[in-house]
């Protein structure tokens, strides 16, 4: 089997269970949905549905909405099934805009109309909003899920597992690397090697499972299934692949990206970056460290791909709803704010090996990761 290649088979997609799974909601529990616009004002009559461009917004209408309003709602007993758009960010988890518009084309307050009266809500969006809609979440004491980036392949198969069974087998890893001194993980590309160290000081994992549950303010990521830690410092050097294609190594020290140098591609790409990590440092910042758990297809979209099992994943940035002390204020500009998760895995980054990442803990060194594959520790860790 191909590296982060699934030949499982899953099960239909049904709202009905993916929701009583994540929130086993309570009869009465009003449910409501967000999406991003770029004219939110485009939500009036569902006008945005003629853009045959936006398929994530027109999945969170078929699927979710719809679905709420044809049953689903009936079924689970639940109340409201409203949809609300706000305007689109531009960058992950940046704060989200107060203002929203209805279906009826009426203007509303996010924080005055809907959070305080909600007890879920999806977020079904372009760009994540977890950490805005998790802050949101514990000021107004609901809960919900964020689905940034919707797909076809995400709803057949990410949304469509259960995830009463995601949660064990993410809890048999959490277990297996919780408590970790740190991790290294070698890279090979363009004939080049690299190796960075990230410290996390006998920290306690944290897991993205899935689950939503209780009267717990929370905001689950789905899908899910991911082990994680907000590393404390790290140290060496990774590649990085941009969005136009361009390679670049970024030099760490302290916990932060100090220079990114041109592999192969645009110079201009990296002088951006340089110019942004001189101009506002904590853009560099590594708030994250993640495994995925899932044996699941690649989508294309990093939401679901990450969470793929022998995927790894820093992030740069924006910290606190991982637990990290990195905040929005903490930015120079606003819509610097952002979390930014730079995934390693064999679709998306074939170009960029990674031979081996180990564990250091208790005295041991563990191998995790071999060429995007589990190794032998976390097979065994699974199997238990």
Not at 133 to 143: D, E, G, H, I, P
Not at 158 to 163: C, S
């Amino acid at each position: 089997m191909v590296a982060n290649s699934s030949s499982r088979v899953f099960p239909e997609f049904s709202l009905t269970r993916l929701l009583k799974t994540v929130f086993e909601p309570k009869p009465g529990q009003r449910i409501g949905i967000l999406i991003d616009l770029a004219d939110p004002r485009q939500i009036a009559g569902f006008a945005f549905l003629k853009n045959s461009a936006l398929t994530i917004q027109r999945h969170a209408h078929d699927v979710f909405y719809q679905g709420l309003k044809n049953g689903v709602m009936a079924e689970l007993g639940l109340r409201g099934g409203e949809m609300f758009a706000y305007q689109i960010t531009g960058g992950s988890n940046l704060d989200l805009p107060d203002a929203a518009w209805t279906p009826e084309g009426r203007e509303i307050s996010l924080t005055k109309d809907v959070y305080p009266h909600f007890d879920i809500l999806l977020c079904i969006s372009t760009y994540s909003a977890t950490a805005p809609l998790t802050a949101f979440a514990k000021q107004f004491n609901f809960r919900g899920a964020t689905l940034h980036g919707v797909n076809p392949i995400i709803l057949r198969t990410g949304l469509a597992v259960d995830y009463n069974e995601v949660s064990r087998q993410a809890e048999k890893l959490r277990l297996a690397m919780t408590r970790a001194d740190a991790f290294e993980i070698d890279f090979e590309v363009a004939g080049s090697k690299a190796t960075l160290r990230l410290l996390c000081d006998r920290q306690e994992a944290q897991k993205s499972h899935g689950l939503c549950r209780g009267d717990k303010p929370d905001v689950a990521n789905l899908p899910a299934g991911e082990v994680y830690f907000v590393p404390t410092g790290a140290e060496g050097q990774f590649p990085r692949l941009y969005e136009d294609g361009s390679l670049g190594v970024m030099d760490v020290t302290g916990g932060r990206i100090r220079k990114a140098t041109l592999l192969s591609g645009n110079q201009k790409t990296i002088d951006e970056h340089n110019q942004l990590l001189a101009s506002d440092p904590a853009t560099g910042e590594l708030g994250e460290l993640g495994f995925g758990t899932q044996d699941l297809p690649a989508s294309g979209r990093d939401i679901q791909d990450e969470k793929i099992l022998g995927t790894l994943h820093v992030a740069t940035g924006r910290s606190d709803h991982l637990g990290g002390h990195l905040t929005p204020e903490m930015f120079k500009v606003a819509r610097n704010a952002t979390h930014n998760d730079i995934l390693f895995s064999s679709t998306k980054t074939p170009s960029i090996r990674v031979p081996q990442a180990r564990m250091f803990r208790e005295g041991k060194m563990e191998v995790v990761i071999e060429n995007y594959r589990p190794a032998r520790y976390l097979e065994e860790a699974l199997n238990s």
